[in-house]
Nanobody
Framework: QVQLVESGGGLVQAGGSLRLSCASS????????MGWFRQAPGKEREFVAA????????YYADSAKGRFTISRTSAENTVYLQMNSLKPEDTAVYYC????????????????WGQGTQVTVSS
């Protein structure tokens, strides 16, 4: 059974940092792209960052560039999202996802999803 399990969310003040983790199990994701998405109340789920598991190529939304860093450790089958200089507008549920084909910016192309972890940034 394929599982993606996020952790690391919480409450932080503006300007603070959090590191989200996504532990994967149940299959090999070496040919997949792993993505982080977020969804704020009343808004659509949006792309945050992605990483090619095999090459390590990274991609970021404009809102994440310069503040967030996505990385992965093959040995632990884990993807991370280091978030620095957090802003209140970063408040959302953050989801980890995995895709094999298609545009990496679209939620529709991701076959596997985690349950999400809440990130709340206070002003």
């Amino acid at each position: 059974q394929v599982q993606l399990v996020e952790s690391g969310g919480g409450l932080v003040q503006a300007g603070g940092s959090l590191r989200l983790s996504c532990a994967s199990s149940g299959r090999t994701f070496s040919s997949y792209t792993m993505g982080w998405f977020r969804q704020a109340p009343g808004k659509e789920r949006e792309f945050v960052a992605a990483i090619s598991w095999s090459r390590g190529s990274t991609y970021y939304a404009d809102s994440a560039k310069g503040r967030f860093t996505i990385s992965r450790t093959s040995a632990e089958n884990t993807v991370y999202l280091q978030m620095n200089s957090l802003k209140p507008e970063d408040t959302a549920v953050y989801y980890c996802a995995a895709k094999y084909l298609g545009n990496l910016y679209s939620t529709q192309n991701y076959a596997y999803w985690g349950q999400g972890t809440q990130v709340t940034v206070s002003s």
